[in-house]
């Protein structure tokens, strides 16, 4: 008899610890893709943004390019000459904070490998656009360049090979996208 009244007792408390563990999983589970699908929209976002920036850029470094074809052969004008003919050169100014800040969040194991190794292709580009805006500021800003004829034929092939760089870019960041919404199920457009 106390061995029933003990089970009676019993059974209405474990079914309201498994109820409640059931409970707080299923929130967390719901907030983690929340999180998840959230930072996404971000990423994407982000991802639009640097799009267009790589798009303006490549724009202006055409006018800068086709200035610069201008003037190749002519002595009369330096590289700073050519520069100020196509007010000024242009380069794209890249963000990627939100993934990298989900990256070294202890949620990123909450995406898949392939959305990662995605990132770090992006990334790989980036690295690159950084180290061509360095190479760009050593000559530009360099007066014994800045004057030298010379230097608007290293600047072509700079601009030439940046040119490459930036579409390749571009196709990673829109290819990226077009996964994300998919893998995640965000329709174009979607502000969330």
């Known amino acids: 008899m106390k061995l029933k009244k003990i089970l009676i007792d019993i059974v209405p408390v474990l079914v309201g610890i498994l109820l409640a563990l059931f409970i707080n999983n299923w929130q967390q589970s719901r907030a983690e893709k929340n999180y ?5 929209v971000s990423i994407i976002k982000e991802n639009e943004a640097n799009i267009a920036e790589l798009n303006e850029a ?39 904070t939100t993934w990298k800040f989900l990256v070294q969040d202890s949620k ?6 392939e959305f990662i ?20 500021g050593d000559i530009i800003f360099q007066p014994a360049f800045f004057d030298d004829p010379r230097m608007k034929n290293v ?15 571009i196709k990673e960041l829109k290819a990226f996208n077009a996964y994300a919404r998919k893998t995640y199920s965000i329709e174009e457009g979607t502000n969330e």
Not at 36 to 40: A, E, L, R
Not at 76 to 88: E, N, W
Not at 124 to 136: I, M, Q, S
């Open 58 to 96: 490549l724009r202006r470094q055409a006018i800068f390019m086709d200035t610069l074809e201008l003037y190749l052969d002519d002595d009369q004008y330096t590289l700073a000459d050519v520069i100020k003919k196509a007010r000024g050169v242009y380069t794209p100014d890249l963000k990627s």
């Open 36 to 40: 998840i699908q959230n930072s996404v």
């Open 155 to 169: 600047c072509g092939i700079l601009f030439s090979d940046f040119g490459g760089i930036e579409s390749s870019l």
């Open 117 to 136: 190794n995605r990132l770090a292709e992006i990334e790989k580009y980036e690295v690159l656009v950084n180290r061509f805006n360095t190479k760009l």
């Open 108 to 113: 990123h194991t909450l995406v898949s490998y």
